[in-house]
């Protein structure tokens, strides 16, 4: 009972600062053992599914990102819009990758498959951008990275909307702020 008491006074103050107290007790009670706190008793299969498809979503972006950095004659805005997608997405990467180890969860699963996410570029759009110079690269990789980002936007919703981890609504939270205006930062830069 002691033992007990140990692991359930934490994981209910834990639960009630997320505003989930309502689970406190089932999570604290199911297990006995200090696991029952870990962040795989909050994570439902939205969360994890979210957290395998954005990972290589990310990754993308980071690969477009350098594709544009790689090249010569791009604007110092295109550049330092580049620079900060590639700042903000791979710490995140890192972060999610995290959340599947600590859930003990594959990083792929069968819901991987770029065509099943939404805003992932075809390899013939990657090519296109890569062998672009100049102003052409830029519009490709804006046009590109606009629609990438839509569907980051969408993934975050639907999980905001499924999920109950804090921590991964907290970061589907960032993404939607942080992606949208930095989409309407792109669509300006196209208008210009």
Not at 103 to 113: I, Y
Not at 180 to 186: L, T, V
């Amino acid at each position: 009972m002691h033992a007990l008491a140990r692991i359930t006074l934490p994981v209910a103050a834990l639960l009630a600062l997320a505003g989930c107290q309502a689970a406190a007790t089932p999570v604290a009670t199911t297990s006995g053992s200090p696991a029952a706190s870990s962040p795989a008793a909050s994570a439902n299969s939205a969360d994890v599914m979210f957290t395998q498809m954005m990972i290589p979503h990310h990754e993308q972006a980071v690969v477009m990102s350098d594709l544009i950095l790689a090249k010569q004659g791009i604007s110092a805005e295109v550049t330092k819009l580049a620079e900060q997608i590639k700042a903000a997405q791979q710490p995140e990467i890192d972060q999610m990758k995290g959340w599947l180890k600590e859930w003990g969860a594959s990083e792929h699963s069968d819901h991987t498959g770029h065509g099943g996410m939404d805003g992932m570029l075809s390899q013939e759009q990657l090519d296109a951008i890569e062998d672009a110079q100049g102003t052409e690269a830029e519009k490709l990789f804006l046009t590109g990275m606009i629609g990438h980002h839509e569907g980051a936007v969408t993934m975050a919703k639907q999980v905001q909307a499924e999920g109950s981890d804090t921590e991964v609504r907290a970061l589907a939270d960032a993404i939607i702020t942080s992606q949208q205006a930095e989409i309407d930062q792109m669509k300006k830069m196209l208008d210009a």
